[in-house]
């Protein structure tokens, strides 16, 4: 497992540490609210329809989210890597509405609802509004790029939105672990996984990225970028 990100790189840090708190604010705040869970590969965090009241913030590894439609099969809604949030849906009703399944060995930070909100601390709930907001937003996205793209623009949008979170979170752009299964990413984009090979295979070709383990690198960033215009 890699090494954990400081709270600093954290997306939940708009949440542990909202603007204007001072010290000792902060050190409540993180004693009462946050406990770390390290979970093995494939472990389920959570389950859709259950009762849930935290969100997780993801210290180190990645995620997938996932609903089970009538007939058993799985359909991928999300992943969530390290800096990410995972379960602000729940804040809807009160349950997920998802199953929540670490990719590799990940830790994840819990968030106490009820203790953080305890705290009386101003600008908590707000912030957490924003972030579901945000969330809500990058869904409506990801959608309307499924139904107006093509499937190489597809695999390039979403190598390139990996690509800007770990910049946003203070890790490598162009050199990330991809811990997605081939698989997991067809399914997540709405395509055969043989386009999914394939679209990788002429990328790396082309010297666009290149590939070891599940290590990716980004060798070419600006063509890439062209390549969803």
């Known amino acids: 497992m890699r090494t954990p990100i400081q709270c600093n790189q954290c997306s939940m840090q708009s949440i542990c540490v909202p603007a204007g708190l001072i010290p000792s604010d902060v050190e409540i705040l993180d004693k009462s609210s946050r406990e770390p869970h390290l979970y093995n590969k494939r472990s389920v965090v959570f389950s ?3 009762a849930l009241n935290s969100v997780f913030a993801i210290k180190s590894g990645s995620v ?6 009538s007939n058993g ?3 991928i809604t999300s992943f969530h890597m390290v800096g990410d949030i995972v379960g602000l849906e729940s804040l809807a009703n009160g349950n997920a509405s998802t199953y929540c ?12 609802l009820n203790k953080l909100f305890a705290q009386e601390l101003p600008k908590v709930e707000g912030n957490l509004m924003r972030l579901m907001s945000r969330r809500l937003g990058n869904n409506s996205k990801h959608y309307l790029n499924i139904v107006n793209t093509s499937a190489e623009q597809k695999v390039v949008s979403f190598l390139l939105s990996i690509s800007t979170h770990m910049q946003q979170h203070g890790l490598s752009r162009s050199e990330f672990r991809l811990p997605m299964t081939r698989t997991d990413i067809a399914n997540y984009l709405g395509l055969a996984v043989e386009t999914v090979s394939r679209i990788f295979t002429a990328l790396k070709e082309q010297e666009l990225i290149q590939t070891k383990q599940s290590i990716l690198t980004i060798n070419d960033l600006s063509a890439l970028e062209r390549r969803v215009v």
């Open 101 to 112: 399944e670490t990719l590799e060995t990940s830790m994840l930070c819990e968030i106490k």
């Open 73 to 75: 099969k799985q359909q």
């Open 48 to 50: 859709e329809g259950e």
């Open 64 to 69: 997938k989210c996932y609903t089970i439609d």
